[in-house]
């Protein structure tokens, strides 16, 4: 499928440059937060984190129900129409604009509207997996809100959400669903090979989960201060040997001996003739070296043709 289309549509995978909504992208990562860290207080625990991520859906992000004392809620942030929903089981409906706003008073309201449905909840305040966090109830510095882009991104979300879930159907091994970690601020998708991963030494409480079994994991990251750059990103863990240097497509993919990660420009691939063909190459053949290296056995892993 071409990035091409009517004048009056806008692109099906659409620009992204970081730099130009950096403060909105990272107000909104800062918001998520508030939202995951709830449906992690209220969810059970699940295998590498399962329970806690957001999925794309036909008007943006969405938790998916979680259980509350009265039934169960959702929440999710519409990009269309730039609000976040409150979804009670009971038929309540609570809704919030999604708009220029600090982050402590993002989370002043949406507390007091979960509230406001008695869905009790205290949640740690402290962001995840971000530098030099600033606790969400006393963050004035982060207030912007870029509709435009935000809803730029989402349309990025929908579209890699596609291609990774036509990827994801040639695996009958366990795999994780198509899913959008809060804290890391990705759309990931993850096969494991059945096998446990040795453990590692000084690993916090979210990496010993999240890597006890052996994995190739594959996503898109929208960029950071550290590297303004949105990219899909791919990686073998335990990385095997010979993996750094092991032939993956398409030519402008690149092992990134920083991050330790396959990378592929969001950029490279917005501009490809055929996007989707691209990032399945990508896909492919770094699940193909990984899986290769590391003896995967993927004649029991892999439907057959």
């Known amino acids: 499928m071409s990035n091409q289309v009517a004048d009056d549509q806008p692109e099906i995978w659409p620009s992204l440059p970081f730099e130009e909504w950096q403060e909105t992208c990272e107000t909104l990562h800062l918001w998520m937060q508030i939202v995951g860290k709830v449906r992690l207080e209220l969810s059970p625990q699940?295998?590498?984190?399962?329970?806690?991520?957001?999925?794309?859906?036909?008007?943006?992000?969405?938790?998916?129900?979680?259980?509350?004392?009265?039934?169960?809620?959702?929440?999710?942030?519409?990009?269309?129409?730039?609000?976040?929903?409150?979804?009670?089981?009971?038929?309540?409906?609570?809704?919030m604009p999604l708009m220029p706003r600090s982050v402590a008073e993002f989370y002043r309201e949406f507390m007091f509207l979960l509230a406001s449905l008695g869905i009790e909840v205290s949640i740690n305040t402290l962001p995840s997996e971000i530098?030099?966090?600033?606790?969400?109830?006393?963050?004035?510095?982060?207030?912007?809100?870029?509709?435009?882009?935000?809803?730029?991104?989402?349309?990025?979300?929908?579209?890699?959400?596609?291609?990774?879930?036509?990827?994801?159907?040639?695996?009958?091994?366990?795999?994780?669903?198509?899913?959008?970690?809060?804290?890391?601020?990705?759309?990931?998708?993850?096969?494991?090979?059945?096998?446990?991963?040795?453990e590692r030494p000084q690993a916090d409480a979210i990496t010993r989960e999240a890597y006890s079994h052996e994995v190739i994991s594959c996503g898109f990251w929208p960029g950071n201060a550290d590297f303004p750059k949105p990219a899909f990103y791919a990686y073998s863990a335990p990385e095997p040997d010979g993996l750094k240097t092991a032939s993956i497509q398409p030519?402008?993919?690149?092992?990134?001996?920083?991050?330790?990660?396959?990378?592929?420009?969001?950029?490279?691939?917005?501009?490809?003739?055929?996007?989707?063909?691209?990032?399945?190459?990508?896909?492919?053949?770094?699940?193909?070296?990984?899986?290769?290296?590391a003896h995967w056995d993927r004649a029991a892993l892999e439907r057959r043709s």
């Open 46 to 95: 699940v295998n590498h984190w399962w329970q806690v991520p957001f999925y794309v859906f036909s008007r943006g992000l969405t938790t998916s129900p979680i259980p509350s004392k009265q039934g169960i809620f959702e929440v999710y942030f519409d990009f269309i129409d730039h609000n976040l929903v409150i979804l009670s089981s009971d038929g309540a409906t609570k809704t």
């Open 131 to 198: 530098k030099n966090p600033i606790r969400c109830d006393e963050d004035y510095s982060h207030a912007s809100y870029d509709a435009e882009y935000a809803n730029r991104f989402w349309r990025v979300l929908v579209q890699c959400d596609r291609v990774f879930k036509e990827f994801r159907a040639g695996f009958i091994g366990k795999s994780s669903p198509v899913h959008f970690f809060w804290g890391s601020f990705d759309l990931a998708l993850t096969r494991f090979s059945g096998r446990e991963a040795p």
């Open 251 to 293: 030519a402008s993919a690149f092992y990134s001996p920083e991050i330790s990660e396959f990378l592929l420009l969001y950029e490279d691939v917005r501009q490809a003739a055929k996007p989707e063909q691209m990032l399945l190459e990508f896909l492919q053949s770094t699940y193909d070296a990984g899986a290769n290296l």
